[in-house]
């Protein structure tokens, strides 16, 4: 079974810290990764995009991708209160010739102000 | 300004009864995406149409039913079948099939079972 792993948290982190989430993939053929953030009772929205081993960043928010080693990850510098959601992680993993995205079940951030 | 309308954004529903729920988008694009999610699970895909006129099961799609007529248009239909369908419900779309894009999820509907 093709996965994407979360720990589904919380993580707590105070205002103005950086909160580091992290996500494993098990396909090492997935080439793009993407981060929503869904607000309670709310839908998810996306975030951040990554395709290239490295670092991307907008804004307060860096992509993290290791190919390597199978991971992806996402920084929040200066961690607003407003910041406070699920982040799901997610990737197209091969399944039966298709690419379909599969999605982590989220860690929950709360930034404490 | 462009988007996803999902409606309505509260259902309930009684046993033995087939209830639709809307999708509609204005971005132009040709896939679209339908996603169940439950407390402390990932979101799971029921059913997708990369193109007018085809639609292809996902991996919960027992007790569902969609059509996709119009580009702008992919109604999902959850039927007596489906046992436990009180969760919410994720209509998503992106400009192609192409896992490269992301999503644009729509604001959801809530279905309870009453």
């Known amino acids: 079974q093709k996965e994407v792993e979360q720990n589904s948290g919380p993580l707590s982190v105070p205002e103005g810290a950086i909160a580091s989430l992290n996500c494993t993939y098990s396909d090492r053929g997935s080439q793009s990764f993407f981060w929503y953030r869904q607000y309670s009772g709310k839908s998810p929205e996306l975030i951040m995009f990554i395709y290239s081993n490295g670092d991307k960043e907008d804004g307060r928010f860096t992509a993290q991708l290791n190919k390597a080693s199978q991971y992806v990850s996402l920084l929040i510098r200066d961690s607003q209160p407003s910041d406070s959601a699920t982040y799901l992680c997610a990737a197209p993993l091969n399944s039966g010739g298709y690419q379909k995205v599969t999605f982590g079940i989220g860690t929950k951030l709360q930034v404490i102000p | 300004d462009g988007g996803i309308t999902q409606s309505p954004k509260y259902l309930f529903r009684k046993e033995g009864q087939n209830v639709t729920l809307s999708c509609e988008q204005n971005?132009?694009?040709?896939?679209m995406y339908w996603y169940r999610q439950d407390p402390g699970q990932g979101l799971r895909l029921i059913y997708y149409s990369q193109i007018v006129n085809d639609f292809q099961k996902g991996d919960i799609a027992e007790g569902y039913s969609v059509s996709r007529e119009k580009k702008e248009s992919f109604p999902l239909t959850v039927t007596s079948a489906q046992k436990n369908p009180t969760a919410f419900y994720l209509c998503?779309?992106?400009?192609?099939?192409?896992?490269?894009?992301?999503?644009?999820f729509g604001s959801g509907t809530r279905l309870t079972v009453v």
């Open positions: 971005l132009n694009h040709d896939a």
């Open positions: 998503a779309s992106r400009p192609t099939a192409d896992p490269n894009y992301g999503y644009t």
